[in-house]
C-alpha cells in the first residue's frame, strides 16, 4: 500500500491533499465467491444500511448463501425480505448459472479484468459497474476506474473543480497518472465525499 501511496501523492497533487485529509487507507476486501457477488446485487442501488439490514434477512432465510440453498426457493420467496423482484431474478439467476457452470468463480482469479467482466456480466443483472466492485473489493485488482460510479464523477466534479460530472473519457483522462493504482484513487475518491472525510 505504502508504494501506492507514494506514487498516487507524487502524481496527482489534487489526489495528495485528498490523501492527507482521509487518512490511512482502510480498503476492505471480501472473498471472490458466489456469496460476495450475491451480496454485490443485494447492495445495487441502495444505502449501505438499508441494503445490510436485507442481506442479513437473506443469510437468515437459507442455510447458507450457496447456489444450491439458493436454487431451493423462488422469487416469491425471497421478495418478503426486502428484496424487489428484479434483484431476486438476478440472485436465481446467478445461482443457476454456477450451478451449470456457465459462471466458474474459482476460474475468476487467473482472468485479466476485461474477461472477468465479460465473464460476470452474463448474468442477468450483473453490469460492468458490478463486475467492477467484484475486481476491486474482492479480486482486490489495483487498477480498475468504474467510469460509471455516480460517487467517483462527483468526487471528481468537486476536487477538479469542474463545472459538471466528468464524462468517462474525461475520468479516463484525470486518473491516467493513477495508474496502475486507480483502485486505491477510487477508495479516497469515495471517502473524499464522507463530510469530514472519516471513516
Excluded at 496527482?12 to 491533499?17: N, Q, T
Excluded at 434477512?57 to 416469491?76: C, F, G, M, Q, Y
Aim: aromatic share 8%.
Amino acid at each position: 500500500m505504502r508504494k501506492a501511496l507514494n506514487h498516487l501523492r507524487t502524481s496527482d497533487p489534487i489526489l495528495a491533499a485528498i490523501i492527507d485529509r482521509v487518512g490511512p487507507c482502510r480498503l476492505q476486501y471480501k472473498e471472490p465467491t458466489f456469496e460476495a457477488l450475491v451480496r454485490s446485487i443485494v447492495y445495487q442501488q441502495l444505502s449501505g444500511k438499508a441494503a445490510g439490514t436485507i442481506y442479513g434477512r437473506l443469510r437468515e432465510a437459507v442455510d447458507a448463501i450457496t447456489p444450491d440453498h439458493l436454487a431451493t426457493k423462488s422469487p416469491e420467496e425471497l421478495r418478503p425480505l426486502g428484496l424487489s423482484g428484479q434483484k431476486s431474478k438476478y440472485i436465481l439467476d446467478l445461482a443457476e448459472k454456477t450451478r451449470s457452470g456457465v459462471v466458474r468463480f474459482q476460474d475468476l482469479p487467473e482472468l485479466d479484468d476485461a474477461a472477468v467482466i465479460a465473464h460476470l456480466t452474463q448474468v442477468k443483472g450483473v453490469g460492468e459497474w458490478t463486475a467492477q466492485m467484484f475486481l476491486m473489493f474482492a479480486l482486490r485488482r489495483p487498477d480498475v476506474l468504474p467510469v460509471g460510479d455516480l460517487g467517483i464523477r462527483n468526487a471528481m466534479r468537486r476536487a477538479y473543480g469542474l463545472a459538471e460530472p466528468p464524462t468517462p473519457e474525461r475520468m479516463e483522462h484525470i486518473a491516467r497518472p493513477w495508474r496502475p493504482y486507480a483502485t486505491v484513487a477510487c477508495w479516497y475518491l469515495w471517502r473524499s465525499l464522507d463530510g469530514d472525510a472519516a471513516m
